[in-house]
Nanobody
Framework: EVQLQASGGGLVQAGGSVSLSCVAS????????IGWFRQAPGKERKGIAC????????YYDHSVKERFTISWDNAKNTAKLQMNKMKSEDTAVYYC???????????????????WGQGTQVTVSS
């Protein structure tokens, strides 16, 4: 059984930085996609940054490209999301998820992800 434990987040000022971590356990294949999704109040959950655990290739939603960086540490089985230049619209509950590797590279299509961690709140104050 895959388990994902997310941590980090909290309150951050606009323009500031914060990071999230997700420790994954119970998975057998070294070739998986793991990603971060977020859900803002009144909005649908959306994938924002995803990475393949074998190749290290990544995908970013346009809303976070150039500001957020996703990484995967094979030794620690941990995905990290470094978030810089935070904006008020980044306020959301953030979730990590893991799923099978995408055929054409990592993606952030939520329904394809099998396992989800608990959410962690990130609030950006202006």
């Amino acid at each position: 059984e895959v388990q994902l434990q997310a941590s980090g987040g909290g309150l951050v000022q606009a323009g500031g930085s914060v990071s999230l971590s997700c420790v994954a356990s119970g998975f057998s294949s070294a070739d998986r996609d793991i990603g971060w999704f977020r859900q803002a109040p009144g909005k649908e959950r959306k994938g924002i940054a995803c990475i393949n655990t074998k190749s290290g290739s990544s995908y970013y939603d346009h809303s976070v490209k150039e500001r957020f960086t996703i990484s995967w540490d094979n030794a620690k089985n941990t995905a990290k999301l470094q978030m810089n230049k935070m904006k008020s619209e980044d306020t959301a509950v953030y979730y990590c998820a893991m799923g099978p590797a995408g055929t054409w590279g990592p993606h952030c299509y939520g329904p394809a992800y099998d396992d989800w961690g608990q959410g962690t709140q990130v609030t950006v104050s202006s």
